[in-house]
């Protein structure tokens, strides 16, 4: 199992920009989940999903878009990126049969120039 | 969701015993104590999880007193490649929403 990844691995937007960030996990996991985390902090909930098709509201959602119409996958968009959503940006995904547990993916160190 | 409280660093020594502390004085009757951990550049990893007492596995033990207002992390004997950031988190189990804190930042020296 690759358990959960992301695509890509690093990126540099100018502002304005937009892009879309792809989370996929192989782990039939219910729930999905996008952090942001900037240098020397903890991570903030961007947005998160509790089953396909359903998404909401994170601490701070502002700026992004996500989507999961598929259980496996769950897409962060940025529409208009602004040098304030430079940060690394980790996607997670948990099971509702055991703990609380969550399994993150590598992350996705963005930079708007 | 129960705020938590927890120190912002730590210094230790490899080969000592390790004792995490965090606060939640608001705890809920329904919620559980997790704890993770965040190397550098990784996303972070589920080390434990408690609801009262205490809970122990491989890596390390979870100490939960009567009143679940604190827990203690500890990790026995560190190393080097126990450097990392710990974070407290309290929720209820299987919740869809986690909110993390800043965590704790320890550091092991030689």
């Known amino acids: 199992n690759a358990g959960v990844t992301q695509t890509p691995k690093f990126r540099v937007l100018k502002t304005g920009q937009s892009m879309t960030l792809l989370c996929a996990q192989d782990m039939n996991h219910e729930y999905m989940y996008w952090y942001r985390q900037d240098p020397g902090m903890g991570l903030r909930l961007i947005h998160y999903s509790v089953g396909e098709g359903t998404t909401a509201k994170g601490e701070v959602p502002d700026g992004y878009n996500v989507s999961r119409l598929k259980k496996q996958n769950f897409l962060l968009g940025l529409e208009s990126a602004a040098p304030s959503q430079t940060s690394v940006y980790f996607c997670?995904?948990?099971?509702?049969?055991?703990?609380?547990?969550?399994?993150f993916g590598p992350g996705t160190r963005l930079t708007v120039l | 969701l129960a705020k938590t409280t927890q120190p912002i660093s730590m210094d230790s020594y490899e080969g000592q015993e390790v004792n995490i502390t965090c606060s939640h004085n608001n705890i809920a009757t329904n919620d559980y104590i997790t704890w993770y951990q965040q190397f550098p550049s990784q996303g972070p990893r589920f080390i434990i999880q408690?609801?009262?007492t205490k809970v122990t596995n491989e890596v390390a033990s979870l100490f939960i007193p009567a009143d679940r207002k604190s827990s203690t992390l500890s990790l026995p004997r560190v190393s080097l490649s126990d450097t990392a950031v710990y974070y407290c988190?309290?929720?209820?189990?299987?919740?869809?929403?986690?909110?993390f804190g800043k965590g704790t930042r320890l550091h092991i020296l030689p």
């Open positions: 408690g609801y009262k």
């Open positions: 997670a995904s948990m099971t509702v049969n055991r703990d609380n547990e969550q399994f």
């Open positions: 988190l309290v929720g209820e189990n299987r919740d869809d929403k986690i909110i």
